[in-house]
């Protein structure tokens, strides 16, 4: 697994995030070097779609299976997502059971279908006889309305 990550940070527009911090349990790079990266991404043209994957149902099957069951399960959702993103895509740990991915696609639409086709790959891929299933959040970094400092709403 951690080879994979070192292999897919090496590629692409990810070459700077050898050196940063990673997810212990994961490999993956951790939330503030994915922020480092995103505040880099925004500032370059391009379209630049980032989501927030979590997965579902992880206090009740903490609870049915346990907190080691859970580490295996994320680590799995990890080397899945890695395993079915582009070079030009970064998927990182975000939280507990959450993770994030920067996608590098021209329109908000390809972003929603990276999105699908990865939910369809994590669900397809068993683990100990759980289909896993996530949920994933996404926005258009060009979509999202930029803040106007210091000019004041005029009507």
């Not at 149902?57 to 609870?63: F, G, K, S, T």
């Not at 799995?76 to 997502?81: C, G, I, P």
């Not at 790959?121 to 068993?126: I, T």
């Not at 979509?143 to 004041?152: C, L, N, Q, S, Y």
Request: glycine fraction near 8%; hydrophobic fraction near 35%; aromatic fraction near 2%.
């Amino acid at each position: 697994m951690q080879e994979v990550i070192r292999r897919q940070t090496r590629r692409g527009a990810w070459t700077d995030l050898e050196s940063g911090p990673r997810d212990p349990l994961t490999g993956l790079p951790d939330r503030s070097t994915v922020e480092r990266c995103l505040r880099q991404l925004a500032a370059r043209p391009g379209g630049v779609s980032v989501a927030v994957v979590r997965i579902d149902h992880a206090q009740r099957l903490e609870a049915e299976r346990g907190e080691a069951f859970m580490e295996r399960l994320t680590a799995h959702v990890a080397r899945t997502l890695v395993e079915c993103l582009r070079d030009d895509d970064l998927v990182g740990r975000l939280s507990g059971r959450q993770f994030i991915l920067l996608l590098r696609v021209p329109d908000a639409r390809a972003g929603r279908a990276a999105c699908e086709r990865l939910r369809l790959r994590v669900a397809s891929r068993p683990i100990e006889g759980v289909n896993p299933s996530i949920s994933v959040g996404l926005t258009d970094v060009q979509d999202t309305p930029k803040p106007r400092w210091g000019t004041p709403n005029r009507r």
